[in-house]
């Protein structure tokens, strides 16, 4: 859901940013839950979704990535360092002050919640990056 509201925004704003979505534990092309379809319709967004893993490439290739929870902050930091990166991307929390618990199997009101949690949080962290086309010459993706 946080890519998709991110997109959203970019796209609305303009922003010359390039979105990759992935998970540490993702099922390859599982689609969303319901819930989240659910969530995300609610607020125009209908686009469908499928999960990737989180990859070497998208971590070489990423400008920052954001994390909803610091065990995966933690996880992706010790990735990047087994890989041995020259210049590893910073690993961000997408809410400064808490984990962003997941919400499968915790029912509908959390997902709409979590919408409408992304929409306060996503802009306040793409204010927080210096996007510029200097970035994304870079070849380097948020």
Same mark, same amino acid.
């Given at each position: 859901m946080a890519a998709a509201i991110t997109r959203q925004y970019? @796209?609305?704003h303009k922003l010359p940013i390039t @979105?990759?979505?992935a998970g540490l534990h993702a099922r390859e092309g599982d689609t969303i839950?319901?819930?989240a379809e659910f969530a995300l319709r609610q607020i125009g967004i209908t686009e469908n979704h499928t999960s990737r893993g989180l990859s070497r490439e998208i971590l070489e290739s990423s400008h920052v990535i954001f994390v909803m929870e610091a065990w995966q902050a933690e996880a992706i930091e010790a990735s990047m360092?087994?890989?041995a990166f020259p210049c590893p991307p910073p690993v961000r929390m997408l809410d400064h002050g808490a984990d962003i618990v997941d919400p499968l199997g915790r029912g509908q009101a959390v997902y709409d919640? @979590?919408?409408c949690r992304f929409r306060e949080l996503i802009p306040a962290r793409l204010s927080e990056l210096e996007i510029s086309a200097t970035a994304e010459s870079r070849g380097r993706n948020p």
């Open positions: 970019a @796209l609305q @979105l990759r979505s839950t319901p819930e360092e087994s890989y919640e @979590l919408v």
